[in-house]
């Protein structure tokens, strides 16, 4: 099966997530998209999340250790890492993404795109993927929020 890298970033603030509207799958999602070149998936991220969005954002870290050094060093670690499958279309065969899930909050910029919601109200959309809810429903319960 055919495999693409991408990145997702969900935006915390306030206790509220930012979501788009994404119109290719009907579906109201956090902000994320394909790696670019030779862009490791935090750089993935934080370009998806600008583009997409207009902000900058802070990754809320999730290391067990951070390296330094001459020979190594550490990016930042997501909080999660899917394998989604993505049916065919008109445009493109079936396929999977190798989903890496960061956590950030917005440093700066202006918001273009996206709506603040609140865990509840994730609960209530229809249109939007389990395991997104799932990952609010954690995130929220687990008082992850900021």
Known sequence: MFRQFTSTCYILWKEKFLFIYHAKHKKWLPPGGHREGEETPPETA???VLEET??????????????????????????????????ATKNEPAHE???FIYLATPTGGELTDGKWLSAEEVEDLEDIFPDTKKTVRFLAQNELLV
Do not use: C, T
Not at 55 to 73: G, M, P, R, T, Y
């Open 54 to 87: 207009g902000l900058e954002i802070a990754f809320i870290k999730q290391e067990n250790v951070w390296v330094d050094d001459s020979n190594a060093k550490s990016i930042e670690r997501p909080f999660s890492i899917l394998l989604e499958s993505l049916p």
């Open 97 to 99: 993404h190798i989903d």
């Open 46 to 48: 934080r370009r998806e």
